[in-house]
């Protein structure tokens, strides 16, 4: 950077450029997996080329391709005949364009996504009719971010409860006194020198969404982790008593 002044520099262009003019950098050490280039093939087909390439004009009517070389395959994938493109003139120094061409490749890598708002903007563009190769991504990956998401919702569903000490019970419970957690009612006194009846069940019928159904399942995986719960009724129970004591 010392000794080059930008000001001086002559300015940037910009046109359509036919791709058989377009050409690697020499200094690109990017390698392109198939996967990748498919996905752009397909990114570039159903969504057109949203953003310009970059390239240093040679001086005879060809092109260095300073940043998009991928997007460049995955165009002649897609059978496109030129592309947009911001074009560096020959006359600037080579090691300033090998430093664009390695900010380009890098400086995107310091971002770290909000898993949550990129699953949901995701799963949403899905349901719109939106292909996830299209969009850089893959239904695996996709499964992934919402499990992330579930469970970082059932954390946040419960914080309240986390963030204080809960007593739960250990070994068995004064019958008198502790409620009965679980799917059965209260258990009844027993006399000392009878037989214990076997515990009445019944049913209870819940109507949620299978993202709903996540977030429960992965707070029941949480309590359990943190008690002596070994079932997922008591766990389920025990959460639902909890939180109606928050509940204002």
């Not at 006194?189 to 299978?210: C, K, N």
Request: with cysteine.
């Amino acid at each position: 950077m010392e000794g080059i002044d930008l000001e001086s520099l002559d300015p940037i262009s910009y046109g359509v450029v036919p791709l058989t003019a377009l050409y690697p950098h020499p200094k690109n050490y990017q390698i392109h997996p198939e996967s990748q280039l498919e996905e752009l093939r397909q990114s570039l087909e159903d969504l057109t080329q949203f953003r310009s390439i970059v390239i240093q004009d040679r001086g005879d009517g060809t092109y260095w391709i300073v940043a998009g070389e991928g997007t460049v395959e995955g165009a002649r994938r897609a059978n496109y005949r030129d592309m947009r493109a911001e074009i560096i003139p020959a006359s600037w120094p080579p090691d300033l364009v090998e430093a664009i061409l390695a900010a380009d490749n890098e400086h995107h890598r310091n971002a770290l996504p909000n898993a949550s708002r990129l699953a949901t903007l995701l799963q949403s563009l899905k349901e719109r009719g939106y292909k996830l190769p299209a969009l850089g991504t893959s239904q695996q990956r996709l499964n992934t971010l919402l499990s992330e998401m579930r469970r970082d919702q059932s954390t946040a569903f419960l914080q309240p409860l986390l963030q204080k000490p809960l007593s739960f019970p250990t070994g068995a419970p004064e019958m008198q006194e502790a409620p009965a957690y679980g799917l059965s009612p209260a258990a009844p006194v027993v006399t000392p020198g009878q037989d214990a009846p076997p515990p009445i069940y019944f049913a209870l019928t819940f109507t949620v969404t299978l993202e709903q159904r996540a977030i429960i399942l992965a707070a029941i995986q949480q309590v359990k982790q943190r008690s002596g719960f070994t079932t997922s009724q008591d766990a389920l129970a025990f959460l639902c008593e909890q939180y109606t004591k928050e509940a204002p």
